[in-house]
């Protein structure tokens, strides 16, 4: 048996080593663009100098020789050919497959902003961030930077400012929503950031989008205007408003895809023996029940580790396919956060739990957690995300009427003991 993998990041190397383990005899081969493994949820570490580059990787160095693992590196597969099973490489090679897994990840979006896109491909001063190649051009950049421009207040563009900022480059981060992390947080926790950043010397705006790229006269960017008519200096500017799915050419009218390539409980794509995992896929989610993308790292590790054991010829579903957790800490203040944030609808109730250095919040229906925000002491989430993820139904002995009480549970409110020592669940 033939396993073909591309792609050499969570999804593909967690695939590559759960189908080491289950045949030992396998032909397994990946393909991959980048010529080292690293973990991309670091590449903000590496900018900051937190982390060299030899400390990135997340599987150890051996990792492919140990496991009898051909790894084709520097090589991007330009075309999957599903009719002859096999793929097309950039240097013009045909490799074959018995099984495949797509595991290609997902490319910046680049919003429509007037001389942005062009300012991408042909400057130095104008950068995404998704590989080690970014990370590498954004630091050098940093040392002669004065001032930079940070599109988009989520977690990849808070990461990047701080590590500007440690760097000693003046940051201006801006987000269209009226707060930071609109996908992870509500207003209120999102405002306790914001202050801390802006304690630590990094603006935010919020609020506003960027209208257009200003360059100088020697061709240099100069700044960005934004929608309400001002100007903010920056002389390098990093895109970080998220990313979508991205795959090889492939014949689409045998492959499904909607946002990103559709695929069952069991990785299956639309095309027999044709897998999908990671931020390229979209798979069936817990909380939504609806195929949707789960760009996280948790989510691509088991996507992988499904696929393998089904491309072995091993029945198996993928379980606890939870998309809506978020972990977080800046300036030493952590926060989790699971589910919906804010109610979908009137259908839904809150409760919340604050205080000078906590905030805790979470989202209810009909006795079920759907969300949550676990912000300060983050010891009790938990939890908290158990029971949201399992739509556990919290009995009223449980929250006695006064759901602030879901703050206060630990697993010992779940369980009893037996005369024997044993314990078994109680609720």
């Known amino acids: 048996m033939k396993y073909l993998i591309i792609g050499a990041s969570a999804a593909g190397l967690s695939c590559a080593k759960t189908l080491r383990r289950l045949d030992n005899n396998g032909e397994i081969v990946v393909i991959s663009k980048d010529d080292m493994v690293y973990s991309r949820c670091m590449l903000h ?12 990787r997340f599987v150890e160095e051996d990792f492919f ?7 084709i590196r520097n090589t991007t597969v330009m075309e999957i050919r599903p009719f002859n099973k096999s793929v097309v490489t950039s240097d013009g090679a045909e490799h074959t497959y018995d099984k495949l897994l797509i595991a290609t990840g997902a490319t910046p979006v680049i919003p429509s902003i007037e001389g942005l896109a062009e300012g991408i491909e042909k400057r130095k001063d104008i950068f995404t961030l998704r590989d080690i190649g970014d990370a590498i051009k954004i630091k050098k950049a940093a040392k002669t930077s004065r001032q930079a421009v940070v599109i988009g207040g989520g977690l990849i563009g808070l990461d990047v400012a701080v590590s500007l900022n440690k760097q000693g480059v003046k940051v201006t981060v801006i987000e269209v929503k009226d707060h930071i992390l609109p996908q992870q947080l509500d207003k ?13 010397g990094i603006d935010i705006i919020t609020g506003q989008s960027v209208s257009n790229v200003i360059y100088g006269l020697s061709g240099k960017v100069k700044g960005v205007t934004l929608s309400d008519g001002s100007f903010v200096f920056a002389d390098m500017i990093v895109v970080a408003v998220g990313v979508k799915p991205s795959f090889p050419r492939i014949d689409k009218c045998h492959l499904k895809i909607e946002n990103g390539i559709i695929v069952d409980q069991y990785q299956r794509t639309s095309i027999q023996d044709i897998y999908a995992a990671g931020d390229v896929c979209q798979s069936y989610e817990l909380l939504t029940q609806r195929h949707i993308l789960t760009p996280i790292w948790p989510s691509a590790v088991k996507q992988g580790q499904t696929a393998a054991y089904n491309m072995a010829g ?3 579903h993928l379980i606890d396919n939870f998309g809506f957790k978020n972990s977080m800490k800046f300036f030493g203040l952590s926060t989790i956060s699971y589910g919906y944030v804010e109610p979908p609808d009137d259908s839904y109730n809150v409760a919340i739990c604050s205080g000078p250095n906590y905030y ?5 229906k009909e006795n079920v957690l759907y969300g949550a925000i676990i912000q300060g002491d983050i010891s009790g989430a938990g939890v908290i995300g158990k029971l949201i993820q399992d739509k556990y139904n919290l009995s009223n002995k449980l929250v006695r009427n006064d759901w602030n009480n879901v703050f206060r549970l630990t697993y010992g409110d779940f369980f009893k003991q037996n005369q024997d020592g044993t314990f078994e669940f109680a609720c």
């Open 45 to 56: 570490y590496f900018i900051s100098d937190d982390r060299p580059l030899d400390k990135m």
């Open 188 to 200: 209120t926790a999102a405002q306790r950031y914001e202050r801390m950043f802006k304690d630590n």
């Open 314 to 316: 091993i029945d198996r």
């Open 65 to 71: 020789d140990k496991n009898k693992i051909k790894w």
């Open 360 to 364: 805790y919040k979470v989202v209810y």
